[in-house]
């Protein structure tokens, strides 16, 4: 019994055991971020499903219903029956300006943080004339005096008052809803006054709008022109289409899109559902300056790198020391290694990430060199602990800092640790060696 315990490979072999056995917890700490970061979601869902969800503008556009006649086979008929079906005739515009302010704020569920925002945009534009000559359509079948001009909306909550629409010079009020769901699910509609003469038809609106998190925009106008202004310092511009001009300062942000039909894949006109227009919006994301549960989660999959280079110290000081420490004491701070990505993630949902993770690493590292201390009965070897680990932990520090290049440092990194392992154990004598003998 007391060669095995002196053997240098059982020992080896209890480590690599107890670093497997504690990767289970690590994997369950992995677990426990996801599930924080789902609550967090569902803070967000529930704040923005009362304020109002992200918005997408869509239009506005034009609607006219038509009667089409189709052939309809049924069993047991002799001949096609005619049936008569309602269909539309959609138009966009020939060119669409959007100009809007964003004043975004945080609203509070529990200990998260949610980004909500009120919006002011005026929109206008105008319609050519309108052109049916492609569609070979009846006009007597056109119903033009139920035509109506569209604006989709996304959350029609985030309404904040009466949306009135200025057509031909012409005050028309919006009401809820749109004419079909061919091109929006939802939005709203106001009757206008269009005809087959040869005229141009001019449009503007205002409207107030809340949502929260994203807004994103459709170009559905022939030449379609945004511009957006707003105090956020942390935008990210998504979807299909940047910003030509964009500028962040720390007042803010201003940007501008001009996109043209060309750059999108449907046509100014056409019938009943044959475009989606969805698949070309455009816009931005507000975003908020620290993701914790991110950074948290990958700081956590370093942590067998943590466990192995913490039990190759421990297994080297009982080499070159010749003492033996227990497998129960490897195990306790393997657990403190593990309790480490807990504070980590509990403290930094309530203060930065960066602060969180000094506070969390050098509660370990003092607990650690205290323990070491204790049980080695020798300074030098608990000092040695805490440099090896203080360099460990800036390390992994530096590595979530750089996303860009953290394999490139990471790897660099592991190179030169192993290249010091590999250095202070080269005149080891592996077959003639036993721990705690001296």
């Known amino acids: 019994m007391k060669n095995l315990k002196n053997s240098v490979i059982f020992k080896v072999a209890v480590i690599i055991v107890m670093i497997l056995f504690l990767m289970i917890p690590a994997m369950i700490v992995r677990n426990l971020i996801d599930e924080r970061e789902n609550v967090q979601r569902s803070a967000i869902q529930e704040v923005s499903s009362r304020w109002g969800n992200g918005q997408t503008l869509t239009g506005p556009y034009i609607s006219i219903p038509y009667d089409k006649y189709v052939k309809q086979y049924e069993k047991g008929d002799s001949a096609d029956q005619i049936v008569k079906m309602k269909d539309w005739i959609y138009f966009l515009p020939q060119e669409l300006r959007i100009d809007g302010k964003l004043n975004p ?214 080499v070159l020391n010749r003492v033996y420490i227990h497998p129960v004491q490897y195990l306790l701070v393997g657990i403190s290694l593990i309790v480490f990505y807990v504070l980590l993630l509990s403290v930094s949902e309530h203060i930065k990430f960066n602060y969180a993770y000094i506070i969390a690493s050098l509660s370990t590292l003092l607990l650690i060199t205290a323990y070491t201390t204790s049980i080695l009965k020798s300074r030098k070897v608990g000092l040695l602990m805490f440099s090896i680990l203080f360099i460990l932990y800036t390390f992994i520090f530096i590595l979530i800092q750089l996303e860009d290049y953290a394999l490139l440092i990471g790897s660099i990194g592991l190179f030169i640790i192993l290249s010091i392992v590999m250095y202070f154990s080269r005149k080891i004598d592996w077959y003639d060696l036993k721990i705690g003998e001296s």
């Open 105 to 318: 704020e945080k609203r509070y569920r529990g200990i998260y943080e949610v980004v909500v925002y009120g919006s002011e945009f005026t929109i206008e534009g105008f319609f050519n004339s309108i052109d049916l000559k492609k569609f070979e359509i009846d006009l007597n079948n056109i119903h033009f005096d139920k035509a109506t001009l569209n604006l989709g909306i996304s959350d029609l909550k985030g309404i904040q008052k009466q949306v009135e629409l200025n057509w031909n010079a012409k005050p028309v009020s919006f009401n809820s809803g749109t004419s079909s769901s061919d091109v929006v699910e939802a939005g709203i509609n106001a009757p206008i006054e269009i005809g087959t003469d040869s005229m141009i038809y001019h449009f503007s609106m205002t409207i107030d709008l809340k949502g929260s998190q994203n807004l994103f925009f459709i170009p559905v106008g022939k030449t379609t022109d945004v511009s957006l202004n707003s105090p956020w310092q942390t935008p990210s511009f998504t979807g299909n289409y940047l910003p030509d001009q964009r500028e962040i300062t720390a007042e803010g942000f201003e940007s501008h899109w001009n996109i043209l039909h060309l750059n999108r894949n449907y046509p100014q006109s056409w019938t009943g559902s044959a475009y989606s227009v969805g698949q070309s919006s455009f816009g931005l994301e507000l975003l908020l300056p620290v993701d914790n549960f991110k950074k948290s989660y990958r700081v956590a999959r370093y942590a067998i790198l943590f466990l192995v280079f913490t039990f190759m110290v421990f297994f080297f000081v009982e």
